[in-house]
């Protein structure tokens, strides 16, 4: 099993519209493609939020192909939503994880 995690941080000032796009908008999108078994979403905390807060959402993949598969046909479709939607007022790493236990 796989998780594969997207680190955000987004502007103070939009921050609860983007909270509500991610849950109403987002989220639902990535896990209609079907390659996502589940998701967490939360909020890092003991960071310094001057420039806004930092999520983190974790999308579990039950096999490694099931996350290449959102690669290759909807990550560059979903991602570049997000910029039109929110230009420059976020930035995001991504990491991929196996869980152990």
């Not at 103070?12 to 519209?17: C, D, T």
């Not at 096999?63 to 570049?80: F, H, T």
């Amino acid at each position: 099993m796989l998780i594969y995690n997207v680190t955000t941080k987004i502007e103070a000032s939009l921050a609860q519209q983007w909270l509500l796009w991610m849950q109403t908008e987002h989220i639902p999108a990535v896990m209609a493609t079907g390659c996502f078994t589940d998701y967490k979403m939360v909020r890092l905390l003991d960071l310094d939020e001057s420039e806004g807060p930092t999520y983190a959402t974790q999308y579990t993949a039950a096999e490694r192909g099931d996350y290449e598969d959102y690669l290759q046909r909807y990550a560059v479709d979903l991602r570049d939503a997000a910029f039109k939607r929110w230009g420059n007022s976020f930035i995001s790493f991504r990491s991929l994880m196996e869980v152990i236990a």
